[in-house]
């Protein structure tokens, strides 16, 4: 069996699926295949189902910031199959409710793992197909590590899709995934152990914010292991035993789950990028500014799979999806505006970051002032009973614009995107004072943090 189109698209997650409706919408004749169920990481396995299960975490913390403040003592607890149930009324209808859209708008959707064979060809399972042009749109998939025992370690989706919690969880790496997933389950009762063999976790994240949320996780009852190394993981009668060096001290602590948050890595296994002549390296697909193949140009990448300066999120997919569509569709080469995407670590409280680090703007050299505040006595945090809080916001001196800006706090994900917003129109702080929020608001804040 073979097809032709103007465009196939390999990845139905936000990427692939973004380009794919764009295409489809201009009257091209569109194709799409996913190997898994269609709506992709940030749907089904990320994003989305990772911030339902915080809300039962945000309940339990909640009510334990106001214990002797009007809430009883009396325990409240998660019900993590009940949870988890909630989860699945998001999830289990996104597949074909993602499928629908796209099918609905004239786009051929299959099922299968694509390979290339052939610069203008793909082929998925048996079916042969030739397309004027390709989106590679695959997504991201967890690193491999090399310690012995890491095949006892389960990855992010597992556990998302946990039918029950254990009573001890290690995550393997101080990254987004370990601190938000320990954060979650701490508040379901689980004893949760963070190890990351570096001497900082969350590295990308403002270095005095991410202690501050350090201290505020060890205070959860998470243990945070730094420069510790992983040598083994080994399966015992009573769950599975990590074997551990720090300081030059070999240890061991036993656990009943093993979690991966070592890293995710470009996902093109199996896609036999030689055969279509498109160049990759361990960062992703090799791409130009405006997304095309540097070796095939009948070839694009968008999202986590493509070497480009933007971060592996969800709104970057989406954008990268949209421009690299539009340049297939009109033959242009605009490249995607990187300026100011935040992005936000949903912890309790949850760590937040737009633009520049303070060092970074330091050794640039810019003219800068540094609003550093300690925000957990405000009224916002006083109110909710929250006692770790704290922002940086970093000017330029001459523009009185905003380079960057580092905020933890209860609902500060709100805020960071008025700053992302303030950072790429070039907003003055005098202008961003100007905003009349609604009151008592976390946006009403803003103006004393500047
Ligand atoms: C646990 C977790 C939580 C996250 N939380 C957030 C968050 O809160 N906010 C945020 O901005 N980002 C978050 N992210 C990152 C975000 O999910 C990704 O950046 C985003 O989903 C990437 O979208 P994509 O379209 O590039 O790839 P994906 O959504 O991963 O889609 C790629 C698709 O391609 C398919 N595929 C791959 N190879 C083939 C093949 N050969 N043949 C057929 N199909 C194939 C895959 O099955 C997959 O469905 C999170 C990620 C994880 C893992
Ligand atoms: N809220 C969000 O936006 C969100 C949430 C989850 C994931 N994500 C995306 O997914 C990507 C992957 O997340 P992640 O948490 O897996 O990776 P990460 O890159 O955030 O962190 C990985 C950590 O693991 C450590 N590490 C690596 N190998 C190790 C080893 N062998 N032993 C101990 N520590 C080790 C690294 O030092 C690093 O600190 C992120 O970069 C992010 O883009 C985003």
């Not at 390999?10 to 091209?28: Q, S």
């Not at 194709?31 to 299960?53: E, F, H, M, S, W």
């Not at 409240?76 to 149930?85: N, V």
């Not at 912890?347 to 003219?367: C, F, K, M, Y």
Request: charged share 20%.
């Amino acid at each position: 069996m073979s097809a032709e189109f103007d465009l196939f698209v390999v990845g139905a997650g936000m990427a692939g699926t973004t380009a794919a409706n764009k295409c489809a919408a201009e009257g091209w004749r569109v194709g799409i295949v996913d190997a898994l169920p269609y709506g992709g990481t940030c749907a089904l396995r990320g994003c989305d189902p990772k911030k339902i299960l915080r809300r039962g975490a945000e309940v339990i913390d909640a009510a334990d910031l106001m214990r002797s403040k009007g809430i009883s003592e009396g325990r409240i607890s998660i019900d993590w199959s009940a949870l988890m149930a909630h989860k699945r009324g998001f999830t289990d209808s996104v597949p074909e409710g993602i499928e629908d859209e796209l099918v609905g708008n004239g786009v051929v959707s299959f099922h299968g793992s694509a390979r290339f064979t052939g610069p203008n060809r793909i082929d998925v399972d048996e079916m042969q197909v030739n397309a004027k042009r390709f989106l590679i749109a695959s997504g991201a998939r967890p690193r491999s590590l090399a310690f012995p025992g890491h095949e006892h370690l389960i990855d992010s989706s597992d556990f998302l899709n946990l039918n029950r919690l254990p009573e001890r969880i290690v995550f393997v790496g101080g990254g987004f995934i370990s601190f938000e997933f320990a954060h979650i389950a701490a508040r379901a009762g689980t004893n949760c152990t963070i190890i990351d063999h570096g001497d900082r976790p969350l590295k990308e994240f403002d270095p005095d914010l991410v202690d501050l949320l350090v201290e505020r996780t060890k205070k959860t009852g998470i243990f945070v292991q730094l420069a510790t190394t992983i040598h083994s993981v080994t399966p015992t009668a009573a769950g599975l035993d990590i074997t551990l060096e720090r300081d030059g001290q070999t240890f061991v602590i036993g656990a009943d789950l093993v979690v991966h948050g070592a890293g995710r890595i470009p996902n093109l296994d199996g896609l036999d990028l030689n055969a279509a002549n498109i160049a990759s390296t361990p960062r992703g697909v090799t791409v130009t500014g405006h997304l095309q193949s540097t070796t095939n140009p009948a070839v694009y990448a968008a999202g986590d799979c493509a070497d480009t300066p933007g971060r592996p999120l969800t709104p970057v997919a989406v954008f990268e999806g949209k421009v690299a569509a539009s340049n297939m569709l009109k033959a242009t080469t605009t490249t995607p505006d990187y300026t100011a995407v935040p992005t936000t670590v949903f912890t309790i409280p949850e760590l937040n970051r737009v633009g520049v680090l303070e060092q970074d703007a330091r050794d640039s050299g810019a003219d800068i002032t540094v609003r550093h505040l300690d925000t957990s006595g405000w009224y916002s945090n006083y109110r909710v009973g929250e006692t770790t809080a704290a922002t940086k916001i970093i000017i330029d001196m001459n523009t009185d614009t905003i380079l960057g800006a580092h905020l933890l706090g209860p609902d500060y994900s709100e805020l960071i995107n008025i700053l992302g917003l303030a950072i790429k129109l070039g907003l003055t702080t005098r202008q961003l004072k100007s905003m009349t929020a609604t009151y008592p608001s976390i946006a009403s804040d803003l103006g004393s943090m500047l």
